[in-house]
């Protein structure tokens, strides 16, 4: 095939491609910029922990989207009045129990934030899909709660400091407090 340069009409078309794909190229980097914003500002530093850990920013993002995809097909539910006082009172003792045994009340908390995740509707197959799901709804608590459980791991094993212990409680009641709040957690439904 041979293009006529001569010709002022082929010329004409040749640039109005050429715009053409520059608009296309620059509206899909604007989107992804756009997408990469609203992933940041929504999971905080687990967005840079999941970029961390999946060694692109394009993978990560991936990886983000398909957890916010994952958490909308989740049935989530309210606690009933019955129901969060049963577990708020389940806290309490365990609470209660910290001082006298703290590797156990730790453990006692680890289970507990389990079993309230499940009355919830998060499904509790495995911590690391646990702590995904819970990263969409609680993108502010998910470090601490990563941390709590680490340190449960580490009493469990003997490993962990009366500080650390008492540290992880700390953390798992900041996120009890949240799951136990009435309402369901907002996931955002927009792809931006």
């Known amino acids: 095939m041979h293009i006529d340069f001569s010709n ?10 050429a715009l053409a794909i ?19 500002t929504r999971f905080g530093a687990e967005y840079e922990r ?7 920013k394009r993978k990560a993002e991936a990886e983000l989207e398909k957890r916010e995809a ?18 708020v009172a389940e806290w309490n003792v365990v609470q209660s129990r910290f001082l006298d045994h703290p590797r ?11 079993s309230l995740l499940q009355a919830r509707g998060y499904p509790v197959s495995g911590y690391e899909e646990i702590a995904a799901d819970v990263s969409v709804a609680y993108p502010r608590m998910i470090d601490d709660y990563r941390s709590a459980h680490a340190a449960a791991a580490r ?17 798992y009641r900041g996120l009890f407090d949240e799951l136990v709040q009435t309402g369901v957690p907002a996931v955002s439904h927009s792809a931006a």
């Not at 730790?106 to 934030?113: C, G, K, R, S």
């Open 8 to 17: 002022p009409m082929t010329i004409v078309a040749l640039v109005v491609v």
């Open 50 to 56: 999941v970029v961390q850990e999946q060694g692109t």
């Open 22 to 40: 520059i608009g296309i190229v620059i509206a899909i980097m604007q989107h992804e910029k756009k997408k990469s914003l609203r992933l940041q």
């Open 155 to 171: 009493t469990a094993r003997g490993e962990a400091s009366t500080e650390e212990m008492r540290t992880a409680m700390l953390h």
């Open 104 to 114: 156990g009340a730790l453990t006692e908390a680890d289970e507990l934030v389990t």
């Open 70 to 87: 994952r958490v909308k097909t989740l049935k989530i539910q309210e606690l009933g009045a019955t129901q969060r006082e049963r577990f």
